[in-house]
């Protein structure tokens, strides 16, 4: 689930940005009840009218309350963190309904507001609508690979959270951005590689090649191809020799179970399993 919130401003870095967030209403206001773990959410600095941030929901929690000290002991109690001095609580209901989430930064953004559009009056706006989906859908440009679209967080995370990043995006489009990361060798792609050590992760290869320059030499293999909706995630990605990447290829490979930890199948007669590495 998607949808876009307004702020009057925001934070410029992804630390700031990251953290408790919250709405206090008078009344039960979409999305009181429908934003959960999970959601991306932009966000609309309505000072320079553009979504300047991406976010991914962590954490939610929904109450009522009788006065806002209530509602501060509550968030504090539950987030252990809350600012008593912004003007947006100061100057909120004194009673009504709360909406706090914790958000992790994911991409900084510049997407100018729509002309003619005027952002709802609650500062909420659902992903799935038809003016929301036009004004993000230029969020990621063709040039794009996939470190620009996750710039931050471990390897792990940042290969999990491709998967709700990209899941809009037509195969065509996803083919063309993983094989410019790939191709290029980004940070991301090294990153996996040195998880792995270099190494060829097929069972009893364990190959690497080394470089003149001192380094190693390995490739990085989809399992399930980008062309039928494979994903670059944990899972789906593979740290193999050339030999054996081609083999994955081209030869008779047959998945028994595929899992964000494990993998399991067979290839041209043998019977292979794989663990994935973790940070």
């Known amino acids: ?33 429908e934003l959960n773990v999970g959601a991306v959410l932009y966000w609309y ?31 504090k109690s539950r987030f252990g963190e809350f ?9 909120a209901p004194s009673e009504g309904f709360c909406l706090a989430f914790k958000v992790k930064s994911l991409q900084r953004l510049n997407l100018p507001k729509p002309n003619g559009f005027k952002f709802p009056q609650q500062g ?32 792990i995370e940042r290969l999990h959270l491709l998967n709700e990043v990209m899941a809009d995006l037509s195969p065509e489009r996803i083919k063309k951005i993983v094989s410019q990361t790939i191709r290029g060798d980004t940070k991301l ?24 320059n001192g380094g190693y030499y390995i490739e990085v293999a989809h399992i399930e191809p980008v062309s039928q909706g494979g994903k670059s995630v944990i899972g789906n990605l593979l740290v193999l020799c050339p030999n054996h990447h081609k083999e994955f290829d081209y030869g008779d490979l047959e998945i028994i179970e595929q899992k964000t930890d494990y993998l399991r199948g067979w290839l041209n007669g043998k019977e292979f399993e794989i663990s994935f590495p973790s940070d």
Request: overall charge positive; proline content about 3%; glycine content about 4%.
């Open 83 to 91: 600012d008593d001095k912004q003007s947006y609580y100061i100057k």
């Open 45 to 75: 600095e309505s000072g320079t009218k553009s979504i300047v941030w991406k976010t991914i929901v962590e954490d939610v929690d929904r109450f009522s309350y009788g006065s806002k000290d209530e509602a501060k002991h509550k968030l």
């Open 124 to 155: 909420w706006l659902a992903g799935n609508d038809k003016i929301a989906q036009e004004w993000v859908k230029t969020e990621i440009a063709d040039d794009s690979t996939l470190d620009m679209i996750i710039p931050n967080g471990t390897t």
């Open 1 to 33: 689930m998607k949808f876009i919130t307004s702020r009057s401003k925001l934070p410029s870095s992804a630390d700031e940005m990251a953290g408790l967030w919250f709405n206090l209403w008078s009344k039960q206001y979409w999305p009181l009840n």
């Open 189 to 212: 792609v090294k990153a996996f590689k040195e998880l792995c050590n270099f190494r060829c992760q097929f069972p009893d290869c364990n190959a690497r090649i080394q470089k003149r």
